[in-house]
T-cell receptor, first 112, second 112 residues
Framework: ETGVTQSPTHLIKTRGQQVTLRCSSQSGHNTVSWYQQALGQGPQFIFQYYREEENGRGNFPPRFSGLQFPNYSSELNVNALELDDSALYLC???????????FGQGTRLTVV | SQQGEEDPQALSIQEGENATMNCSYKTSINNLQWYRQNSGRGLVHLILIRSNEREKHSGRLRVTLDTSKKSSSLLITASRAADTASYFCAVLIIQGAQKLVFGQGTRLTINP
């Protein structure tokens, strides 16, 4: 157990809908990163939050947005869902942006 | 182009044998981390090696890093059936954002 929890574990949405995924970081960690992992691929960096501010973003469109709260938990929001958004979404927390990242079990999103 | 490319893509060995996986990358890195993933679940952090380190050990795991060749290897000694999983290397790159860049992974199968 890494102490990083994600909810929900599975989710089915319809194309065009919006979704919010949640992540509770490990105690003491102020950095949360989100990754998208398509089937058979390695995880792809979406963005990172450090002390409630976005600390960098990967090559994802603006309909992928996020938040980090004062307790360092985080949300990933995806608007106007597309079929290609179907993937495992992973949250990782770390003590600082460049130390070991510990991952949650992920949320499996299916867009139909 | 892809960072953290693993080789081989798939490896099948007998229980008790050693397994070696390799990873190559293209840019300067802060550190390199190895992860294990079982059947599309969350990533388990195995080991982190910093750019100024050459070798690290953790239990049956040995990781080497050659920054001149931009490569790393993960050795699992005395393999067990429970080691069957996908293994990913991830390089921490600081280019504005601080992000882990993953390869496609090596699928390791340990045969009893």
């Amino acid at each position: 157990e890494t102490g990083v929890t994600q909810s929900p574990t599975h989710l089915i949405k319809t194309r065009g809908q919006q979704v919010t995924l949640r992540c509770s970081s490990q105690s003491g960690h102020n950095t949360v990163s989100w990754y998208q992992q398509a089937l058979g691929q390695g995880p792809q960096f979406i963005f990172q939050y450090y002390r409630e501010e976005e600390n960098g973003r990967g090559n994802f469109p603006p309909r992928f947005s996020g938040l980090q709260f004062p307790n360092y938990s985080s949300e990933l929001n995806v608007n106007a869902l597309e079929l290609d958004d179907s993937a495992l979404y992973l949250c990782a927390s770390s003590l600082t942006p460049n130390t070991e990242a510990f991952f949650g079990q992920g949320t499996r999103l299916t867009v139909v | 182009s892809q960072q953290g490319e693993e080789d081989p893509q798939a490896l099948s060995i007998q229980e008790g044998e050693n397994a070696t996986m390799n990873c190559s990358y293209k840019t300067s890195i802060n550190n390199l981390q190895w992860y294990r993933q079982n059947s599309g679940r969350g990533l388990v952090h195995l080991i982190l090696i910093r750019s100024n380190e050459r070798e690290k050990h953790s239990g049956r795991l040995r990781v080497t890093l050659d920054t001149s060749k931009k490569s790393s290897s993960l050795l699992i000694t005395a393999s067990r059936a429970a080691d069957t999983a996908s293994y990913f290397c991830a390089v921490l790159i600081i280019q504005g954002a601080q992000k882990l860049v993953f390869g496609q992974g090596t699928r390791l199968t340990i045969n009893p």
